[in-house]
T-cell receptor, first 113, second 113 residues
């Protein structure tokens, strides 16, 4: 049981490039989330999904896109990378019960120069 | 709306000192409350949780009590170790949308030998 896995661990992008951050969970969780964590700051929700085929915006969705074709995978797409997207990105999942906690991946550190 | 406020850090303590990290929340009804810990270079992991008023969550010597009357969930440990150095996040899950999570900004703890 690997939990939540993310790839890559590190990435440097040039301004205007695009990339996809991968997230996979093997716990059959319904809910999945993408957060960003800027240096010295808390977590900001980018997008979340309540199940395959269903996604919704969080508080900072601009510049990102997501899809959820399977229960396991929840990739985050960055189009036209900007320096403001330099951050650490965390994927998380939760089963969906009332008192359930979130399970986090190890993060992807992205630098846009 | 829902929100979490944590004391600002960093908090610097000597080994074996007593730790308190304050957390207060705003929410409608009775949310579930969580403390997560983030070690350097890693994702967040659940430290403890409490799901109803007066519950005490505990793990690895850390404790926090769900206080409805003061809307607080302060984290305490009687004797910290160098290995406790990390960033601690207080969080709640929404009452009516219990799969939405709200995080505090995090408190960095430095423990010196």
């Amino acid at each position: 049981n690997a939990g939540v896995t993310q790839t890559p661990k590190f990435r440097i992008l040039k301004i205007g490039q695009s990339m996809t951050l991968q997230c996979t969970q093997d716990m059959n969780h319904n809910y999945m989330y993408w957060y960003r964590q800027d240096p010295g700051m808390g977590l900001k929700l980018i997008y979340y999904s309540v199940g395959a085929g269903i996604t919704d915006k969080g508080e900072v969705p601009n510049g990102y896109n997501v899809s959820r074709s399977t229960t396991e995978d929840f990739p985050l797409r960055l189009e036209l990378a900007a320096p403001s997207q330099t951050s650490v990105y965390f994927c998380a999942s939760t089963p969906g019960g009332v008192n359930d906690e979130q399970y986090f991946g190890p993060g992807t550190r992205l630098t846009v120069t | 709306g829902n929100s979490v406020t944590q004391m600002e850090g960093p908090v610097t303590l000597s080994e074996e000192a007593f730790l308190t990290i304050n957390c207060t929340y705003t929410a409608t009804g009775y949310p579930s409350l969580f403390w997560y810990v983030q070690y350097p270079g890693e994702g967040l992991q659940l430290l403890l949780k409490a799901t109803k008023a007066d519950d005490k969550g505990s793990n690895k010597g850390f404790e926090a009590t769900y206080r409805k009357e003061t809307t607080s969930f302060h984290l305490e440990k009687g004797s910290v170790q160098v290995s406790d150095s990390a960033v601690y996040f207080c969080a709640l899950s929404g009452v009516y949308n219990f799969n939405k999570f709200y995080f505090g900004s995090g408190t960095k703890l430095n423990v010196k030998p």
